[in-house]
């Protein structure tokens, strides 16, 4: 009986050991965390467009065919650096790119837009950021991919990168 | 010419540590062994300190020196830089692990050699894997090419006189238990462990330990408290945990070493702490070094490096758990003694200290744990452990009160009960005082208040019946525990805050001060620009008491914005302001803060510590003799 | 030229600055409704700020911490209880945000375990206790 008591130690210990070590080979980010509107649908929301004058209605927007959302700001670097992967997605795959213009000056969002290319098909204004906050955004540039059938079934947070680029569109592939 | 020196002398110690497990495995002669140990700590301390140079020197070809340092840091900073980032701190490492290894090596006389020679077999086989680590995967003395005309700087918050001896401390305090560790393995591997008296080597490491890792614990709470900016002083933040883990053990070790040496009971239970302490010193390193989670502590770095500790902790804990399992038999001997007394006392300290522990790494890995299995994530913050831990706490610290009245051996509840009822009336007259002036209660915050009060008028009262001569270190360390809970708990529930926006020349009050918000100037520092805000305290009586200056700076180098509270301290409360943002037409956001008895935290550390130093000089001439 | 680059930092000095690690209710946010702050503040502190360093929105000067305080205010105004205002918080961002987690399925090990531990401690000394008193009666 003793002796399987004194044998606890090292067994909770290689216990503990073990998990330590299948976290640092599986691929993870320690500071990025999954979102909670997985396999949910889209949070509705109407709001003001940037281009258009007609409103934006989620209702009507999503549902039908694979759609990109994409979270940015005049003011955000990264998602000036990101902007080169969202045309490309628009342009070279067809995919519909909806922008959600975070706590931003319009104006200001139209010029970049003018002067960098416009790859969204629409632009909804979150003046106030709580839209964001419906999507469980905490850090933009956020991409969601939203399917056909208008539920959510990824989210990124952070810049696209090369890598990241080709692995959003593995997944569309995947969705279709 | 000096980075590849520092490089040499890395190489040399690795040369050196080798030696040293060969020799000691092969039983060589002392004086062979004696080549090894000497040879170990120089060349481990040469390269620490050409580390040092190189920073000081600012040589920009090297990549450590590049990528933490710049010419306009000054020189205090320059130097503890050194430890400050992840390639630095690993040679700390390995120099607190050589220096304890002199002194093991220093334990040598006539009888125990072979007991010596394992023990320094286990230190050098410790020593060996951490500085095969450094070489192998953070090499300060590695180069950078092209040679650069100026470093990235330093994050300025960690440029701080606290912040700076945190970490020298804070490394003798865990690092400083693989003495322990290497003493406990050397008993249990060796086939007549027991016939030496294993325990009285260990007290003074142990000794050692605890004390520093007490102060070192203390200074970076201290450091947090007066420069992060509202007061709070422990998040349980990981790394936090990580070193609050191996002090909980210690505590426990260091209580349950004096059963052992008095009674010797409990032998094998010692064997076992000292060895999970050492080994959750080093699971903590692995947390802040692997990138595994995120914290305010961690240095960031790659999983391979994480993989490469994971393997040496399997590696040693795998060992040592195993050697215990297997031979720790022997050492359960006369376990048997009284509830009522001492040994029972520390029993119950020793239980509450190892629940606490492992309910810290339960909180701590969970996350971790749920990540793994169920790809979800969940945040495991201050509110669980104000739940679980300090509660836990609570029947230790109470315990504390009485335990050194104990007598060993029997002790009659009767008896007991007339000692401490001086105190305990005393305890209760000045709680409802205290409550009568502050006026807030909470449970746990009366329940902290009285424990406090318990513990420092029974210590009191002992050091008084010793007419204040013959302080042990226990009794010192003890009030230094209740001086710290006081402090804790009276900061906690009545601390008073108010947020304002204040307009030049305009006042405000909290509670008996009023404080007028007079100047804001532009000021030129060392290496930052500020603008700081002058603001008069005046008491009841319209005499002013103090001038706070908090300021918000600016660093140019690293582009790092800081704010700096300014504190008025006395034994009472903690005045304490910090300037916020605004402007002259709209006016600044001020974060005024009192903050009763906040200093006997800081008072209760340094007392404990004091208690330590006590006990360490007195462990030290039993083993003279 | 080394004035006027003083002038210009001290200005941005003067005008905005976001400081880090600072306890960051502002002023325009505290509510008049003495209950309704200490409410907000109570809440406030067990959200986690998901874009710091083990923070909770208290303490952080992050703008997501600041909108999400601003929006358990005004939830608080509205009349929502505690229980909802959480529930509003996790459908959007997980158990996660949470900094006491929430008794689940998956955390129940989590929350009694550490009175197993307590409970296993007790019990060693009482088990202690009646064979030292055997062995002392002898």
């Given at each position: 009986m ?9 067994i909770?210990?290689?216990i ?10 599986i691929?993870r980010n320690?500071?990025?965390?999954p ?9 509705s929301f ?14 009507e927007?999503?549902?039908g065919?694979?759609?990109?959302v994409?979270f ?5 670097k990264?998602c000036r650096?990101e902007h080169v992967?969202?045309?490309?997605f628009?342009?070279?795959q ?9 706590k931003?000056?319009?104006e ?5 837009l ?5 790859p969204?098909?629409s ?8 839209i964001a906050i419906d999507?469980g ?6 991409t ?19 890598k990241?680029?080709?692995?959003i ?6 969705i279709? | 010419?000096a ?11 690795l040369?050196?540590a080798g030696?040293q497990?060969?020799?000691t495995?092969k039983?060589k ?7 090894s ?6 060349s481990?301390l ?11 020197i ?12 710049h ?7 320059k130097i503890t830089?050194v ?7 690993m040679l700390?490492?390995?120099?607190v692990?050589?220096?304890f290894?002199?002194f093991?090596f ?5 009888k ?12 050098s ?10 070489i192998?995967?953070?090499?300060p003395f ?7 005309e100026?470093?990235l ?9 606290a912040?700076?001896?945190?970490p020298?401390?804070?490394?003798i ?11 406990s393995v050397a ?5 007549n462990?027991?016939?030496?008296p294993?325990y ?7 000794m050692?330990?605890?004390t ?5 614990i ?8 007066y420069?992060l ?6 998040f349980w933040?990981?790394?936090e945990?990580?070193?609050?883990m191996?002090?909980l053990?210690?505590t ?8 052992v ?10 064997l076992l ?5 050492f080994?959750?010193s ?7 070094r692997s990138?595994i ?11 391979t490096?994480?993989?490469?500790i994971?393997?040496?902790?399997a590696?040693?804990?795998?060992y040592?758990?195993?050697?215990f399992s297997?031979k720790?038999?022997?050492y ?9 007394s ?5 029993l119950?300290n020793?239980?509450?200290m190892v629940v606490?522990?492992a ?12 990540e ?6 969940i945040?495991?913050g201050?509110?669980?452990y104000?739940?679980?831990v ?8 109470f315990?504390m009160g ?8 029997n002790?009659?509840g009767l ?5 401490i009822?001086?105190?305990f ?13 502050y006026?807030?209660?909470t ?5 902290g208040?009285i ?15 010793n ?9 010192v360390?003890?009030l ?5 809970i ?5 900061s906690?529930i009545?601390q008073?805050?108010k947020?304002?926006?204040m ?19 532009e000021?030129?520092?060392?290496n ?7 603001f008069?305290?005046?008491?009841k009586?319209?005499k002013?008491i103090?001038?706070?200056q908090?300021?918000n700076?600016?660093y ?6 800081t704010s700096?509270?300014s504190i008025?301290?006395?034994?009472f ?8 943002e ?5 006016g600044w ?6 903050n009763p008895?906040?200093?006997?935290i800081w ?7 004091l208690g ?5 000089n ?5 083993i003279?003799? | ?7 210009i930092?001290?200005?941005?000095l003067l ?6 690690n600072?306890?960051a209710?502002e002023?325009?946010?505290i509510?008049?409704n003495q209950k ?11 959200i986690r700020c998901m874009?710091?360093q083990?923070?909770s ?8 911490a ?5 929006l358990?205010r ?7 209880e ?17 900094l006491k ?7 129940i090990?989590?929350w009694?375990?550490?009175f197993?531990?307590?409970?296993v ?6 088990n202690h206790?009646?064979k030292s008193?055997k062995?002392?009666k002898?």
């Open positions: 003793k002796n399987q008591f004194l044998k606890l130690p090292i909770i210990f290689f503990i050991l073990f998990i330590f070590f299948y976290l640092l080979i691929d320690p500071s990025k965390v979102s909670a509107l997985l396999n949910k649908s889209v949070p109407n709001a003001e467009t940037l281009f258009k004058n007609k409103k934006f209605s989620s209702s927007e999503f549902g065919q694979v759609i990109l994409n940015f700001a005049t003011w955000c990264p650096n992967f969202i045309k490309r628009a342009e070279d067809n995919i519909k790119v909806i922008g959600i213009n975070y931003d000056d319009a200001k969002a139209i010029e970049w003018k002067k960098l290319g416009n969204y098909s632009v909804a204004i979150d003046k106030n950021g709580k999507w955004v905490y850090g933009i540039p956020e969601f991919i939203v399917n056909s059938k208008g539920k959510i079934k990824y989210r990124h947070v952070g810049a696209i990168t090369a990241r680029y080709k692995k569109n593995q997944i569309i592939k995947e279709e | 010419m980075p590849t020196l520092g490089n040499l002398a890395l190489w040399l110690s040369v050196f030696l497990l060969y020799n495995r039983k002669k002392f004086k062979i062994i004696a080549i140990v000497k040879g170990l700590l120089i481990s040469f390269s620490f300190f050409l580390l040092i140079y190189l920073h000081v600012s040589d920009f070809s090297v990549l450590n020196v590049f990528q933490n340092s010419t306009t840091k000054p020189l205090f900073y830089a430890w400050g980032n992840h390639e630095g701190s700390l490492w390995i120099i692990l050589t220096i290894n002199y093991i220093k334990l040598y006389n006539k125990n050699f072979i007991f010596v020679s394992k023990a320094l077999e286990i230190q086989f410790i020593s060996l894997g951490f500085i095969i680590f450094t192998l995967t953070s090499n590695e180069r950078i090419v092209p040679t650069q100026n470093g700087g330093f994050n300025p918050i960690l440029q701080d006189p912040l700076a001896i945190h020298p401390l804070l490394y305090g865990y690092v400083g238990l693989s003495a322990a560790f290497s003493i008993t249990l591997a060796l086939e462990g027991e016939k030496f294993w009285i080597y260990m007290k003074p490491f142990v050692v330990s605890w520093f890792l007490t102060i070192g203390a200074l970076g709470s201290l450091w947090a408290y420069e900016g509202w007061g709070g002083w422990w933040d990981p790394v945990n990580a070193s609050f191996p002090w053990l210690g426990a070790l260091l209580h349950s070493l004096i059963i040496e008095k009674k010797q009971s409990l032998q094998a239970w010692v702490l000292s060895i999970l302490a080994l959750l080093v699971v903590g390193t692995f947390l802040v990138g989670l995120t914290s305010v502590h961690t240095f960031a770095l790659d999983p490096r994480g993989v490469y994971l393997l040496f902790i590696i040693l804990s795998g040592s758990l195993m050697l297997s720790s038999k022997i359960f001997t006369n376990n048997y003694f009284n509830f009522f001492k040994e029972g006392a520390i119950v020793n239980i509450i606490a522990c309910t810290v790494l339960l909180g701590t890995i969970y996350p971790l744990l749920i793994a299995l169920t790809n979800n994530k945040s495991i201050e509110p669980y104000n739940s679980t300090v509660p836990i706490m609570l029947p230790a610290l315990i009485v335990g050194p009245i104990l007598s060993w051996g002790d009659s008896r007991i009960a007339k000692r009822s001086p105190t009336l005393i305890t209760l007259l000045m709680t409802i005082i205290i409550f009568l002036i006026k807030s209660y449970f746990l915050g009366i329940a208040i424990i406090a009060f318990w513990i420092i008028f029974n210590n009191l009262t002992i050091l008084y019946r007419k204040f001569s013959n302080l042990t270190g226990m009794v360390a003890h230094g525990v209740g001086f710290l006081l402090g804790i708990t009276a906690s009545w008073v805050e947020i304002i926006k307009k030049l020349k305009t006042e405000t009050e909290i509670n008996e001060y009023q404080v007028i918000f007079n100047k804001i100037n000021v030129k520092g060392a930052y620009l500020a603008l700081r805000g002058d008069l305290i005046y008491n009586e319209k002013i103090a001038k706070l908090p300021e700076r600016f140019p180098v690293t582009g790092n914005f700096e509270a008025h301290t006395n034994l409360r903690d005045l304490y302001i910090v300037l916020g605004g402007n002259i037409n709209d956001t001020i974060r005024l803060y009192y008895l906040v200093i006997w008072i209760g550390a340094l007392t404990m510590f330590g130093i006590i006990s360490i007195k462990s030290l001439r039993k003279i003799e | 030229m080394f004035k006027n680059i003083l002038k930092i001290i200005s941005i005008v905005q600055i976001s400081l880090i600072s306890n209710v002023p325009d946010e509510l008049n309704y702050e200490i409410r907000a503040r109570e809440i406030s502190k067990n874009v710091c083990n923070q929105i208290d303490d952080s000067s992050s703008s997501i600041r909108d999400l305080r601003i358990i005004s939830k608080i105004e509205e009349g929502n505690d229980k909802e205002i959480y529930k509003f918080l996790t459908k959007r961002y997980g158990d996660f945000i949470l987690p929430p008794l689940k399925t998956n955390t090990a989590l009694f375990l550490p197993v531990f307590l409970l401690g007790i019990l060693v000394i009482l206790n009646k008193n062995f002392i002898k």
